[in-house]
């Protein structure tokens, strides 16, 4: 039986997208991503949790997400969760973190924006357009 790898978030770019190259010229761009949420606490007092992700942009995708995004920016991104790992250089200790690998991502609009103007096409269309300076965004 197959399983199911999903992740869909909403929120603020919490800096600049990072993009590298690996040995074999594969873009990789990496940013977070905070998500924020309200609710009531048992004391009655209303509460904000911000939720920080990592994430981590392939190939074109990689190259769209350093061109257009910045920090604050708000953004929808959906894709799956990864496990990371690596041994810690000081220590040799096995070092672990989770990462969210895009396969799709929508910028939505600054911080803040309400109006319109604030959504853009997603990605996946995005990638498929070969005149990107016809892009809305």
């Given at each position: ?52 992700f ?10 769209i997400?350093?061109?257009?995004l ?16 690596w ?8 070092r672990?973190s ?13 911080r ?9 096409e ?7 357009n070969t ?6 965004f």
């Open positions: 039986m197959a399983g199911t790898n999903k992740v869909i978030l909403v929120g603020n770019l919490g800096r600049d997208p990072e993009m590298r190259f690996t040995g074999n010229g594969a873009a990789v761009t990496s940013f977070s991503v905070a998500v924020s949420r309200n609710f009531k606490g048992q004391d009655g007092e209303q509460r904000e949790e911000t939720e920080w990592q994430i981590e942009c392939w190939d074109r995708l990689a190259e997400a350093n061109e257009f910045q920090k604050g920016r708000q953004v929808y991104v959906e894709g799956r969760i990864r496990l990371h790992s041994d810690d250089r000081n220590t040799g200790e096995k672990y989770m990462r969210v690998r895009a396969t799709d991502l929508v910028l939505l609009g600054q803040g924006d309400a109006g319109p103007g604030g959504s853009a997603r990605s996946s269309d995005v990638t498929e005149e990107l300076d016809n892009m809305p």
